[in-house]
C-alpha cells in the first residue's frame, strides 16, 4: 500500500519561508510526476507546482521566482520551498504522487496518491 506522508509547514510571517516535504513508501520507485497542491479557506484545491521524471519543474503564475519544488528519488522524497511568503499562500497544502512517468499535469485528477494535507499559514 502506497503512503504518502507530509511534514514541514506551520505559521510564518510575510516575508518569511517555510518548507514542505512529502516521503512515498510502499512503492519501489517514486519515478513519475510528482506535485504540490493547496487548498485555501473557501477555494478549490488548485496546483502549486508538479516536477517531472526529468526533473523539469512547472509552476503556477502565483508562486514563480518564490517556491521551488525539488525531488530526490533516492530517499523518496518530494520537497517544496517556500520563500517570500504572502498571506495569500495561506492553504493546506497537499503532496500528490502520479502513477505516471511520461504525463504531467497540473489536474488533480492525474495523481492517485495524496499526502495527508499540511497548513501553511502566513500572517501580514
Known amino acids: 500500500q502506497v503512503q504518502v506522508v507530509q511534514s514541514g509547514g506551520g505559521s510564518v510571517q510575510a516575508g518569511g519561508s517555510l518548507s514542505l516535504s512529502c516521503s512515498v513508501s510502499?512503492?519501489?520507485?517514486?519515478?513519475?510526476?510528482m506535485g504540490w497542491f493547496r487548498q485555501g479557506p473557501g477555494e478549490e484545491r488548485e496546483a502549486v507546482a508538479y516536477i517531472d521524471t526529468d526533473e523539469i519543474a512547472t509552476y503556477a503564475e502565483s508562486v514563480k521566482g518564490r517556491f521551488t519544488v525539488s525531488r530526490d528519488n533516492a530517499k523518496k522524497i518530494l520537497n517544496l520551498q517556500m520563500n517570500s511568503l504572502k498571506p495569500e499562500d495561506t492553504a493546506m497544502y497537499y503532496c500528490?504522487?502520479?502513477?505516471?512517468?511520461?504525463?504531467?499535469?497540473?489536474?488533480?485528477?492525474?495523481?492517485?496518491?495524496w499526502g495527508q494535507g499540511t497548513q501553511v499559514t502566513v500572517s501580514s
Open positions: 510502499g512503492r519501489t520507485s517514486i519515478n513519475t510526476c
Open positions: 500528490a504522487a502520479s502513477r505516471r512517468a511520461d504525463f504531467c499535469s497540473s489536474s488533480q485528477s492525474a495523481y492517485t496518491y
